[in-house]
């Protein structure tokens, strides 16, 4: 619980009058394309539309994918778009040279983005309860090694097409993981499972939450025409998990982090 009780901390020692704008006094404005300093690094965030300056927000940590950086997602009708129609923050930490450490336990990341959520925590009232963690290639490997690591505090883990190695036993697991990834993928390879075993993709969560041995299958279902996602879940002891594949290869599907928050939220379905 490392930065969750930082975040109700600093929400309720804010006072109405930060509450009523984001920035504190002490803390550099930033925000949108003015990255957020933070030590020898940095980190971007974008405010929904709407917000009335007081109210607490979700927050989506998201990791951008290799050779990006936090612009891009924001900029991203599938990933920025999508939140800031939805009430919730969007924090895009920048990667150093413009990648992440994931492929192995110890990530110097992983508490740099632990001290970026700290960070906005001074910024911004955020809902401790609604913190969710997101990345895109790199970046949702990334995502899955911060869940990893940092997991116990996570609301909900949306990792899109991009893992760490499933044989692997996590020290935390987020409350909820949805992972979506593409069939025909052939640069974050579709990780297929033994005798082609294609729900093997989340077994290592399945392993951590304790979930039943066989998924429950939800049908297919579609944002845009040209592309239909299957999805399975599962029952588990302590989370739940649910995955969603489709045909296709590397990419972020138009739509699939709105409907995993429009589902977390409790939200009417829309696009973006």
């Given amino acids: 619980m490392r930065y969750l009780a930082f975040i109700c901390a600093a929400t ?8 009523m704008g984001p920035w504190k006094a002490s803390l550099e404005p930033c925000g949108d394309a003015v990255a957020c ?9 974008m405010e929904p539309e709407g917000w009335d300056g007081e109210s607490p ?3 989506l940590l998201h990791f951008h994918g290799w050779s990006r950086n936090g612009i891009h997602p924001q900029r991203s009708e599938r990933v920025g778009a999508s939140t800031k129609r939805r009430g919730v923050l969007l924090v895009t930490p920048n990667g150093l040279g413009n990648s992440w450490s994931f492929w192995r336990a110890g990530s110097r990341d992983v508490p740099f983005a632990d001290a970026v959520l700290e960070d906005v925590a001074l910024r911004y009232p955020v809902d401790a309860e609604k913190i969710y963690v997101s990345g895109y290639s790199f970046g949702s490997a990334m995502a ?3 869940a990893c690591a940092s997991g116990e505090d996570v609301a909900a883990l949306l990792a899109i097409a991009g893992s760490i190695d499933q044989s692997e036993v996590c020290a935390e697991a987020p409350a909820e993981v949805r992972h979506v990834h593409g069939l025909a993928d052939t640069v ?8 082609g075993d294609t729900t093997y993709p989340v077994a290592l969560w399945r392993r951590a939450l304790d979930c039943a041995a066989t998924g429950t299958d939800q049908g297919d279902w579609q944002v845009r025409s040209f592309l239909t996602l299957s999805r399975t879940t599962w029952d588990c002891a ?13 990419f972020i599907p138009h739509g699939w982090i709105g409907r995993q928050l429009d589902e977390l939220l409790g939200l009417a379905p829309s696009y973006p």
């Fill in 144 to 146: 899955w090694r911060y």
């Fill in 57 to 59: 927000l979700p927050v």
């Fill in 238 to 250: 302590r989370g739940d998990v649910t995955l969603d594949l489709h045909p296709g290869g590397h």
């Fill in 12 to 19: 309720l020692a804010a006072t109405p009058a930060v509450a």
């Fill in 188 to 195: 974050m390879d579709f990780p297929m499972g033994p005798e």
């Fill in 37 to 45: 300093p933070l030590g020898e690094r940095s980190y971007h965030v």
